[in-house]
């Protein structure tokens, strides 16, 4: 190592002979850490959301592990460190409430500490999001290890998508047509390996996303987790991450503007989560770039939906990373002039130079642009009296033919009415009906739970009918499917016109125009919010906090205070 090597953040805690860094280097010492280790080279903070509550990270503390190899490799000095863990399956009421607070842990771990740069392994739905954008708000140099999607599950002759056909499975089983017997077994044969979501939802879209704006290394998104060439990629991610310090290749210079507009219309190519929308939004407030609800309709709205995978198609993560992956992916659409090849990437280069030559294995999981699975592929957005600040809806999950729909509401005061009335016998809705849920979102629930895709009323199940029209300030699964308005901004629990919706209204659906509308005139309206009372906020805790600070979905639901970038100097010291 030179002495002419510049001196890095670390340093103001391990480097000289003061009192101070007597301190903090013998104390690291105990664990057994060689003096050398101190010298000024790269510190690099592995921030690990492993946690046996998050089955879907159990292959990070051996990633963890490969990283920590590649950064000795380099010559830099790995310490790694946890932070709170959002599992889907298990956390209540949804994980989505606890997105900014592992963010702010992140953020404020990562500033406290001497590290020069993070990796940031994550893998499950929100720890991705919670993860780029408390470090986004630090802007030290970074980069991003997903834990890789579950081995592909297969159950009675059928492959069974995580997720996705547990909706199904569910429906079937409500339908009468298999056992609980047969419902239970399948739980084993969907969960087969450690990794996240097997189906193109949230986990698998967020890591799509975090690759195609050059957070990852290429082809980080679809290596399933228990594969070796994952724990390869990790090594070479913890090799990198100490260039990254020594050229000081920061955050802010890889989340640029099109780095988003990337995102957008990758999202579209791959059937992505409707979830990305929200996440993407809260990270473009954390590095200040202008992007709005409307990027989303106006960019992504003609990009066919490409990658045949679960909910929107048939295969799964393991087919797609054996057709090519993201990396396949890209080359399609900068092919064809769609995503900006000169935006930047962790690696130094360009996605056109990471991208632009690779191999497309599969036409049939990664299909050619011209014969997408769906022409429009992105998110819709829509306005109109009953989503004054939008709402959206993902075509390619929808039945076409309900896209333009005018039906009768069917009005679920909460998730408690919905599930008291639904299969009620003498329930007054049929499959033209409009399933409207409301308060169930982000300040509603709290937390915006993905209940949007609600359970079809059962006597229209047993008649065969697969999908209604659902409207509710409510997320979905990114392993979900349905015609299914979401994320009604603003929410029923503010005060938003869901809250005004009553049974026996006609509500208009056209999703090709970006309409949705509720026909009721303006002074019936007027009249029921008059008679509108908001709920109660709780007295305390950190749902308090929540309910004070949550933004809406169209600003992404980040807290108030949380968006903008503060970077990583800390003023004191406490010796
Ligand atoms: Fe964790 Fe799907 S529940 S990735
Ligand atoms: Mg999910």
Avoid at 58 to 64: F, T
Avoid at 77 to 82: A, I, K, L, Q
Avoid at 135 to 152: F, K, N, R, T, Y
Avoid at 458 to 474: E, F, H, N, P, Y
Wanted: hydrophobic fraction near 40%; charge should be negative; proline fraction near 6%.
């Amino acid at each position: 190592m030179s002495g002419t090597r510049k001196r890095l953040r670390s340093a103001e805690w391990f480097g000289g002979h003061e009192k101070g860094a007597f301190i903090h280097r013998s104390w690291m010492k105990n664990q057994g850490f060689a003096p050398h280790l101190f010298d000024g080279r790269p510190v690099i903070g592995i921030c690990n959301t492993w946690s046996e509550l998050t089955p879907c990270n159990g292959q990070l503390r051996d990633l963890a592990e490969q990283v920590k190899r590649g950064v000795y490799e380099a010559g830099g000095f790995p310490v790694e460190f946890p932070v709170m863990s959002l599992g889907e399956s298990n956390m209540r009421p949804t994980a989505m409430m606890f997105r900014n607070l592992a963010a702010i842990e992140v953020e404020e771990g990562i500033r406290a500490n001497p590290v020069d740069g993070v990796v940031l392994l994550v893998g499950c739905d929100k720890t991705t999001p919670a993860l780029l954008m408390g470090a986004a708000s630090c802007d030290l140099p970074a980069i991003l290890v997903s834990a890789g999607p579950m081995l592909s599950g297969s159950f009675m002759g059928r492959m069974l998508g995580s997720g996705t056909d547990v909706w199904r499975l569910s429906e079937e089983m409500r339908a009468g047509a298999i056992s609980e017997e047969e419902f239970t077994a399948a739980e084993s044969a969907m969960s087969r390996s450690p990794g996240t979501c097997n189906t193109m939802g949230t986990a698998s879209t967020m890591a799509s996303l975090s690759e195609t704006m050059g957070m990852t290394l290429p082809g980080n998104a679809a290596i399933p987790s228990v594969d070796a060439r994952r724990r390869v990629l990790a090594f070479m991610s913890g090799r990198r991450i100490v260039e990254m310090v020594k050229d000081d290749l920061r955050m802010s210079q890889i989340l640029t503007r099109k780095a988003f507009e990337n995102a957008i219309r990758a999202n579209a190519a791959i059937g992505g989560s409707t979830n990305a929308v929200i996440h993407l939004q809260a990270l473009a407030g954390r590095v200040g770039v202008e992007f709005s609800l409307d990027d989303w309709d106006r960019l992504g709205r003609d990009v066919p939906t490409i990658v045949d995978l679960m909910p929107s198609g048939r295969f799964l993560m393991e087919d797609f990373f054996n057709a090519g992956g993201m990396p396949a992916v890209l080359r399609r659409l900068l092919d064809a002039g769609l995503v900006h090849g000169d935006a930047l990437t962790v690696n130094g280069r360009t996605i056109a130079e990471n991208n632009g030559n690779a191999r497309i294995e599969s036409s049939e999981v990664i299909r050619p642009l011209d014969n997408g699975l769906t022409d429009n592929g992105g998110i819709m957005v829509l306005r109109g009296n009953l989503a004054p600040n939008g709402a959206i809806l993902k075509p390619s999950a929808a039945t076409p033919a309900l896209l333009t729909h005018r039906g009768r509401a069917v009005v679920f005061e909460d998730i408690d009415d919905y599930h008291a009335r639904i299969d009620d016998p003498d329930l007054d809705v049929d499959e033209s009906s409009i399933l409207v849920l409301k308060n169930c979102g982000p300040r509603g629930y709290p937390g915006m739970p993905e209940v949007g895709n609600m359970g079809l009323p059962r006597k229209v199940l047993q008649r065969g009918v697969t999908d209604m029209v659902r409207i509710s300030d409510a997320r979905m699964s990114g392993t979900a499917y349905g015609t299914v308005v979401l994320h009604v901004a603003p929410e029923a629990a503010v005060g938003g016109p869901l809250a005004l919706v009553r049974n026996g209204d006609m509500i208009e659906l056209d999703a090709p125009n970006n309409r949705l509308n509720l026909d009721v005139s303006d002074d019936e309206l007027a009249a029921r919010r008059a008679e509108w009372v908001a709920p109660e906020p709780p007295a305390s805790g950190y749902e308090r906090l929540f309910i004070d600070q949550i933004l809406q979905a169209d600003q992404g639901c980040d807290f108030n205070f949380l968006a903008g970038c503060r970077g990583a100097p800390v003023a004191r010291d406490y010796v």
